[in-house]
T-cell receptor, first 113, second 108 residues
Framework: DAMVIQNPRYQVTQFGKPVTLSCSQT?????MYWYQQKSSQAPKLLFH???????NEADTPDNFQSRRPNTSFCFLDIRSPGLGDAAMYLC????????????FGEGSWLTVV | GQNIDQPTEMTATEGAIVQINCTYQTSGFNGLFWYQQHAGEAPTFLSY????GLEEKGRFSSFLSRSKGYSYLLLKELQMKDSASYLC?????????FGQGTELSVKP
């Protein structure tokens, strides 16, 4: 059974139209991550939560926001998507402490038209 | 700063052995992960090393040298289905940073 679930799997949005991607986990993990992965590139960390503590990467554009209303759910909001934001968005979770495996969802593919 | 380096691509023959190297610099090192990623799919966990030495798991082994900031992933008895991108990722400072990935092509 899937432990990290992302919705939608595929999203097409218009240039400038806000979009929200969701992630839920059944692992009760403290840490949740959002990565952006463009074609043939490594996943790039956008931000992560340690419980409710939000940690934004310095080079994450302001266009990207996140919410974590509870342990199980985390959202990625793209306020005004541009063509350059087309990518796969990966949600991941991990427990705390050394050796905790990071589990990825299946990803959400975003297309901007 | 944090930096992960690995070769962009490698080619190997079915049945052979291949070693994918990774060098890293992370703040507050908390382990080195290897993930496999097929095109269009999410990364899947292969291995984790936090202590020096070799960890063996079936056809896959991973090695870590903390003093050298170096790791490798060893794949034995290569199969066609092993063609994928292999991502080295360093954990530190509460987050996981990925290298660019090594695209492995397995030829018959």
């Amino acid at each position: 059974d899937a432990m990290v679930i992302q919705n939608p799997r595929y999203q097409v949005t218009q240039f400038g139209k806000p979009v929200t991607l969701s992630c839920s986990q059944t692992l009760n993990h403290n840490v949740m991550y959002w990565y952006q992965q463009k074609s043939s590139q490594a996943p790039k960390l956008l931000f992560h939560y340690y419980d409710k503590d939000f940690n934004n990467e310095a080079d994450t554009p302001d266009n990207f926001q996140s919410r974590r209303p509870n342990t199980s759910f985390c959202f990625l909001d793209i306020r005004s998507p541009g063509l350059g934001d087309a990518a796969m968005y990966l949600c991941a979770t991990s427990g705390t402490g050394s050796g905790n495996t990071i589990y990825f969802g299946e990803g959400s593919w975003l297309t901007v038209v | 700063g944090q930096n992960i380096d690995q070769p962009t691509e490698m080619t190997a023959t079915e049945g052979a052995i291949v070693q994918i190297n990774c060098t890293y610099q992370t703040s507050g090192f908390n382990g080195l992960f290897w993930y496999q990623q097929h095109a269009g799919e999410a990364p899947t966990f292969l291995s984790y090393n936090v202590l020096d030495g070799l960890e063996e798991k079936g056809r896959f082994s991973s090695f870590l040298s903390r003093s050298k900031g170096y790791s490798y992933l060893l794949l034995k008895e290569l199969q066609m289905k092993d063609s994928a991108s292999y991502l080295c990722a360093g954990a530190g400072g509460g987050k996981l940073i990925f290298g660019q990935g090594t695209e492995l092509s397995v030829k018959p």
